[in-house]
């Protein structure tokens, strides 16, 4: 199908595509990478009356940490991710997580902000970003805002921003040494989404566990924070017993659906084998590091 009739804005600076945002808000919309916005618009799931096609704007595309933040801008494609010693160095969570997204294809036009901005359940950067504590800049002609990833996606396909803002920027703390960090997948074959997934990160404190984030894919309306399994983490010693409650605490945050991936039940069992499998792993790295 063809998509519905559309004015197609391609803005060279950020002020311009900000203006056009304030000027069409509600019947506006940012074009990344165009790999969901694309096909929706194609099944006319979506339509709008002004597409802003902000591929061509500069500066928007860096990877850089500094000061203990790492700051990656909303159109880094997936494969920058996956290509980027700074992440690598930086977050091993969003480094494992990236070569899961999709395909070959996909991740090369595919953006973090646009994957952010989606919301879609099985998005994987979503759940990353969860565990890893990572919040997005928000930005109209009037000035900026910093969210938490956990308070910007608030359902389904839907998140905090507003008609008039673009996100222009990911920010997430560096991870420091004795921390580990991981992305397991369960995928039916490879480039698909994922039937469920697990992103998990950790910091030892003085031999026990300091920190620990969990982000859960495809298992609820929304990326879900498994927040009581974070919780139970804290201050307990890193051992299997703690793991596995923290797998059980996960599985039970969890609300799946049976579908012709699985059944609820399968489900929720990878949840609780993913969680315990991802911070034994993080554990193991956080104690290399
Ligand atoms: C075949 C296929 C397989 C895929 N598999 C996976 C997978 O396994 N895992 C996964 O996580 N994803 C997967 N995806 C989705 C992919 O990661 C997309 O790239 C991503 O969801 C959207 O990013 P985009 O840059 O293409 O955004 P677009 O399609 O351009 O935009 C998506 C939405 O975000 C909005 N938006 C985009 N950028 C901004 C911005 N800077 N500010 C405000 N709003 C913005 C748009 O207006 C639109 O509403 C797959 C896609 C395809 C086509």
Redesign the pocket.
């Known amino acids: 199908m063809l998509p519905a009739r559309f004015e197609y804005h391609r803005p060279t600076t950020l002020d311009e595509a900000l203006a056009l945002l304030a000027e069409h808000g509600d019947d506006a ?11 929706l618009m194609k099944y006319r799931f979506s339509s709008v009356g002004h597409l802003i096609d ?1 591929n061509r704007i500069p500066g928007l595309d860096g990877i850089e940490e500094s000061g203990g933040v790492l700051r990656i801008g ?1 159109l880094v494609r ?1 494969n920058q991710l996956v290509a980027s010693d700074v992440i690598a160095l930086s977050s091993p969570t969003i480094a494992a997580a990236a070569p899961q ?3 070959p294809l ?1 991740r090369n ?3 973090i ?3 952010l ?2 919301a ?1 359940p ?4 979503g759940s990353v970003m969860l565990a890893v504590g990572g919040s997005v800049v928000l930005r109209t002609t009037g000035g900026e805002r910093e969210v938490p990833v956990k308070d910007f996606i608030v359902g389904t396909f839907q998140t905090s ?1 507003e008609p008039d ?4 920027e990911v920010r997430v703390p560096t991870a420091g040494a004795r921390s580990g960090g991981t992305y397991l997948k369960l995928e039916r074959k490879v ?4 039937t469920v997934a697990a992103a998990v990160c950790l910091t030892l404190d003085n031999g026990s566990i300091g920190d620990a984030g969990i982000g859960l894919t495809s298992v609820g309306l929304a990326n879900l924070k498994a927040e009581a399994a974070e919780a139970a983490l804290r201050g307990a010693s890193p051992d299997d017993e703690a793991f596995a409650e923290a797998g059980r605490l996960a599985a039970e945050a969890s609300s799946p659906a049976s579908d012709v991936r699985g059944s609820e039940a399968y489900k929720r069992h990878m949840v609780d084998v993913y969680v315990r499998r991802g911070l034994a792993r993080a554990f193991e790295m956080a104690g290399a590091a």
């Open positions: 919309k940012v074009l990344a990478g165009g790999q969901s916005l694309i096909p902000v909303a997936h997204i999709a395909d996909v036009l595919g953006t902000g646009g994957s901005a989606h879609d099985s998005g994987d950067l921003i803002e673009m996100l222009t480039g698909d989404f994922a």
